[in-house]
């Protein structure tokens, strides 16, 4: 569980895991922040007395890929499950998710439905695709790559023996190497999905990292996409794909850039 600043919600999602039906694992808390908001003593209340929890706060702020590279670094398990810092998780979130890595041993990592919640915990939607409980990688890979909008949720549990293989998060794509992540694994095997919602997963600060700079996000994004094109397609497909590509990236790019200076004066209009 990597985390950042979020000592008002970080015992709670914890709580949420270590109340949880599955408790052979080790939760492995990698703080980025500077040790003055109050994170290390929201863990230590939390999971005193339980041996699972271990606090570790980086001698430097790493970023979120660095971050969680070394945790993994740091895991003993065969799986690793990434979670969020201020998301809640169901009684049987690990149960069902182990589970249906012992079904599919083809799958690389496996995937959930979610519901969102807003900052005080209210109910918002719920995702739910309806995909089968195993999908062929390849396949996978080339949905991923028909949109932007990337339909893993970040919070997954994975292979270690994946991570070993085909290495770890790449920092060059920033706050959304996750999602180079799930391209990569889906590559090289199959991909599990559970239709039901084991996640509430709460919406991000407005003043969050991701939310200032969209276009940014988009070119990082399209980089991405760019790369996996020419491994997903044969030869004769991959022209057309890139121009539709090259397309969505400007369009995306000009309406989130004119958006974020809108945003900009509308800010010094008000100042």
């Avoid at 694992?25 to 005193?48: I, M, N, P, Q, Y």
């Avoid at 990236?249 to 945003?263: E, G, I, K, P």
Wanted: glycine share 8%; net charge positive.
């Amino acid at each position: 569980m990597p985390t950042y600043r979020r000592a008002r919600q970080i015992g709670e999602t914890l709580r949420s895991l270590l109340d949880g039906r599955f408790t052979d694992f080790e939760l492995l808390v990698r703080d980025d922040g500077d040790g003055a908001d109050g994170t290390a003593e929201a863990v230590a209340s939390t999971g005193a007395g339980d041996q699972r929890v271990i606090y570790h706060r980086n001698a430097r702020r790493l970023g979120m890929p660095g971050n969680l590279n070394q945790g993994i670094k740091a895991a003993r398990g065969w799986l690793v499950a990434v979670c969020h810092d201020h998301d809640l998780y169901a009684a049987d979130f690990l149960t069902e998710m182990v589970a249906a890595l012992d079904r599919h041993p083809s799958a690389l990592f496996v995937h959930c439905a979610i519901e969102v919640i807003d900052q005080d915990g209210r109910r918002v939607s719920t995702s739910s695709g309806a995909w089968p409980e195993i999908v062929r990688g390849r396949e996978w890979l080339r949905f991923m790559l028909s949109s932007f909008d990337c339909p893993v949720c970040a919070l997954t549990v994975v292979r270690r023996e994946a991570y070993q293989r085909l290495g770890l998060y790449d920092p060059a794509y920033g706050f959304v190497s996750d999602v180079e992540m799930w391209m990569r694994l889906s590559l090289h095997g199959d991909v599990a999905y559970l239709r039901r919602p084991l996640i509430q997963v709460r919406e991000r600060e407005e003043n969050h990292e991701i939310n200032q700079d969209a276009a940014l996000i988009d070119r990082i994004v399209g980089r991405m996409q760019r790369r996996y094109l020419g491994l997903a397609y044969a030869p004769t497909q991959r022209l057309a794909k890139r121009l539709k590509l090259e397309l969505r990236v400007a369009r995306r790019v000009a309406r989130n850039s004119a958006a974020l200076t809108m945003h900009r004066l509308l800010a010094r209009l008000n100042q």
